[in-house]
C-alpha cells in the first residue's frame, strides 16, 4: 500500500469502504496520513462497496462528496482530480469521519449538519408520495405536483445564505 502510493500513477484513492471492521479504513488512514505528511498529494474518495441496497450490511456508510457547479460525468471526474472532494465514513450510530482538505471537510461537516437533512426530508416525502402514485392513491399526483421544485428552492436559498 505504501508503494502504490508512492509510485502514484492514479486520479484518486479509495481510501475508507465499508469494510468488514473499522480496522482496515483506520489502517489506510494513518498510511495515508503519513504519505501526505511525507509530501505526497493523494485525493481521497470512498465508497461503501455494499453492492446492493436491499439488505446491504454496507449501505450507506461511505461516500464521496465532490463539489461542482453541474451534475455532469466530467465536472464530477474535474472536482475529484481537481480535489474538490471529500471522503466520508458513517458506521450505524455513529458520528461522520470526514477526508480530505481543512477547508472543504470544515464545509461538508457544515453540510451534514445543516442542509442535507433539510433536503433528505423534502426528498422522502416526495419519494413517499411516488410511491402512493405508483399504488394507485388518486390525490398522490397533485401532492406531489404541490412539491414540485422544493429540493431546487431549497439548494438555491442555501446558496444566497453562502452555503
Same mark, same amino acid.
Given at each position: %500500500?505504501?508503494? *502504490?502510493?508512492?509510485? &502514484?500513477? *492514479?486520479?484518486?484513492?479509495?481510501?475508507?469502504?465499508?469494510?468488514?471492521?473499522?480496522?482496515?479504513?483506520?489502517?489506510?488512514?494513518?498510511?495515508?496520513?503519513?504519505?501526505?505528511?511525507?509530501?505526497?498529494?493523494?485525493?481521497?474518495?470512498?465508497?461503501?462497496?455494499?453492492?446492493?441496497?436491499?439488505?446491504?450490511?454496507? *449501505?450507506?456508510?461511505?461516500?464521496? %462528496?465532490?463539489?461542482?457547479?453541474?451534475?455532469?460525468?466530467?465536472?464530477?471526474?474535474?472536482?475529484?482530480?481537481?480535489?474538490?472532494?471529500?471522503?466520508?465514513?458513517? %458506521?450505524?450510530?455513529?458520528?461522520?469521519?470526514?477526508? &480530505?482538505?481543512?477547508?472543504?471537510?470544515?464545509?461538508?461537516?457544515?453540510?451534514?449538519?445543516? %442542509?442535507?437533512?433539510?433536503?433528505?426530508?423534502?426528498?422522502?416525502?416526495?419519494?413517499?408520495?411516488?410511491?402512493?402514485?405508483?399504488?394507485?392513491?388518486?390525490?398522490?399526483?397533485?401532492?406531489?405536483?404541490?412539491?414540485? &421544485?422544493?429540493?431546487?428552492?431549497?439548494?438555491?436559498?442555501a446558496l444566497q445564505c453562502g452555503v
Open positions: %500500500y505504501r508503494q *502504490f502510493l508512492k509510485d &502514484g500513477g *492514479f486520479d484518486a484513492l479509495e481510501l475508507v469502504n465499508g469494510g468488514d471492521t473499522p480496522d482496515e479504513n483506520e489502517q489506510q488512514v494513518a498510511i495515508w496520513q503519513q504519505a501526505r505528511a511525507d509530501g505526497m498529494h493523494v485525493i481521497p474518495t470512498a465508497s461503501d462497496d455494499s453492492h446492493g441496497t436491499i439488505n446491504g450490511q454496507w *449501505f450507506d456508510i461511505c461516500r464521496t %462528496y465532490v463539489l461542482v457547479k453541474a451534475n455532469t460525468k466530467q465536472d464530477i471526474l474535474d472536482g475529484i482530480r481537481g480535489g474538490r472532494c471529500v471522503a466520508n465514513l458513517r %458506521y450505524r450510530n455513529e458520528s461522520s469521519h470526514f477526508y &480530505g482538505e481543512a477547508r472543504m471537510v470544515s464545509y461538508l461537516m457544515f453540510l451534514e449538519r445543516e %442542509y442535507f437533512p433539510l433536503h433528505d426530508d423534502l426528498c422522502i416525502e416526495e419519494g413517499r408520495l411516488m410511491k402512493e402514485h405508483v399504488l394507485g392513491a388518486p390525490d398522490a399526483p397533485a401532492r406531489l405536483e404541490m412539491l414540485r &421544485g422544493q429540493t431546487l428552492a431549497l439548494a438555491k436559498r
